[in-house]
């Protein structure tokens, strides 16, 4: 057959293009991502999103933990301190329990936010009372130290299993501040109508641990009235730290006598 006959020139032609065929199948790659789908290969790489915790969110967290203060009664009624606390710090501070009824009502209302506000601020119990609101004040600051002792006792403010799992790393122990002296002062003597009031106060530094009169009125109707207004000032002495206190209904001269020698006993303190 001649090199140039028809029918040659179309075999030649079906056996390059069927060799091409073949050379075309033999270079396509076995992984095709098509064909790797299409017979259930590996499942795609997951995004960044998709590889986080099945929770959500980060896998550590800052470890929180609640402590109740103890219930302290008060003349207007019982007071109780919740804090909310993360790594050894205050950072919230609620009163569970606060006298209600009557003026306690507003007193409440008024002084438990200053009270809160300061503990956080303070980050310790040592927190002025507020004016008007000295029973209150004294037994928020009484359950605020008890929470805060408890939180101590317990390991300090960070939870030891907290969100993370893994316990805080220990923190160096806190130098110990030197004793504070120590004191007895005496105020002056203050003249009422009903008699004299001296005031003697016992401070740790500049603290009032104790007050105590040491002339009060006396005789009569002024005994009952001392032995009632005595004990609620000195009480008043110490939560207040001051002589910012409120007089005892009944017994205003006595009250007023009795600020007057606190005040004496304070600037010979100096404080």
Do not use: F, W
């Not at 209600?100 to 303070?122: E, I």
């Not at 009060?216 to 109707?221: I, M, T």
């Amino acid at each position: 057959m001649k090199k140039s006959h028809p029918i040659r020139r179309t075999m030649l032609a079906a056996a390059a293009t069927v060799s091409g065929i073949v050379l075309l199948l033999s270079l396509k790659p076995a992984g095709d991502p098509a064909a790797a789908s299409a017979q259930g290969g590996a499942a795609p790489q997951q995004t960044a999103a998709g590889q986080e915790s099945p929770q959500g969110g980060s896998a550590q967290q800052t470890g929180t933990r609640t402590v109740t203060g103890d219930v302290v009664k008060t003349e207007y009624g019982p007071v109780q301190v919740r804090l909310s606390l993360s790594d050894g710090r205050i950072v919230k501070a609620d009163a569970v329990q606060a006298p209600q009824g009557g003026t306690s009502d507003q007193k409440t209302a008024l002084a438990v936010p200053r009270l809160n506000k300061a503990a956080v601020a303070a980050q310790s119990a040592d927190i002025d009372a507020v004016s008007g609101a000295t029973y209150t004040s004294g037994g928020y600051k009484k359950s605020l130290q008890s929470a805060l002792d408890k939180a101590k006792a317990t390991g300090g403010g960070s939870d030891s299993a907290g969100a993370s799992g893994t316990s805080a790393s220990p923190k160096a122990p806190a130098a110990k501040a030197p004793a504070a002296q120590t004191r007895v002062i005496t105020g002056d003597v203050a003249r009422t109508e009903y008699g004299p009031v001296q005031v003697r106060l016992v401070l740790a530094g500049t603290k009032i641990t104790k007050a105590e009169t040491v002339q009060a009125p006396s005789g009569g109707r002024s005994t009952q009235v001392t032995a009632d207004a005595v004990p609620k000032l000195n009480q008043e002495a110490v939560a207040a730290g001051s002589a910012d206190i409120d007089a005892v209904s009944g017994a205003t001269y006595t009250s007023g006598g009795y600020k007057k020698s606190l005040q004496s006993a304070l600037d010979k303190a100096g404080g």
